[in-house]
């Protein structure tokens, strides 16, 4: 029998993690971060890596592990604004919806006033998220987080 310590399994990276840790990379270059000789020594050491474990300490020493700058990328920042705006136009069409329902009803309480409200919340959340993620003072705010980190 063996007395050294067993050590713990390695797990082996994936394409799609590893292309990951490359977007983070460049964005970090692109913010001003990285010099371009570190971002393509640390782009060449993503690419090379084998296991996860050998991704981490690349991205470790920047805000957020790097993952803050991905927000404010253009791709990042249209797609924001693409879900903000078929936000508002499904708030508006259920909006017009409901006045119609109550028109149609007769009724003498405004009933679709607590669906409006609720749908009108919702809208002004994610218009918030959509300002705080632009202007990188979100922090602590992320409603489900950004898809790309797992935990």
């Known amino acids: ?25 460049r964005a970090a270059v692109t913010e001003g ?9 640390r782009l060449a050491a993503v690419y ?8 981490r300490p690349l991205t470790t ?14 791709e990042a920042l249209a797609a924001m604004r693409s879900r903000l705006r078929r936000h508002g136009v499904f708030v508006g069409a259920v909006a017009a919806i409901l006045i119609g329902l109550w028109v149609l009803s007769g009724a003498h309480v405004f009933w679709p006033l607590l669906p409006l409200l609720l749908l009108s919340f919702g809208l002004m959340r994610r ?3 959509a300002r705080y993620a632009r202007s990188g003072s979100w922090r602590g705010y992320s409603p489900g987080g950004p898809p790309w980190v797992r935990r």
Not at 33 to 41: H, I, K, N, Q, V
């Open 127 to 129: 218009a918030r998220f």
């Open 61 to 74: 020493d920047l805000p957020g592990e790097g993952r803050d700058a991905l927000w404010r990328t253009p």
């Open 1 to 25: 029998m063996s007395t050294a310590a067993a050590e713990p399994a390695r797990i082996r990276a994936s394409d799609p993690e590893r292309e990951e840790y490359a977007t983070v990379l």
């Open 48 to 55: 090379a890596a084998r296991y996860r474990d050998e991704l």
């Open 33 to 41: 971060r990285l010099s371009l000789a570190e971002g393509d020594e």
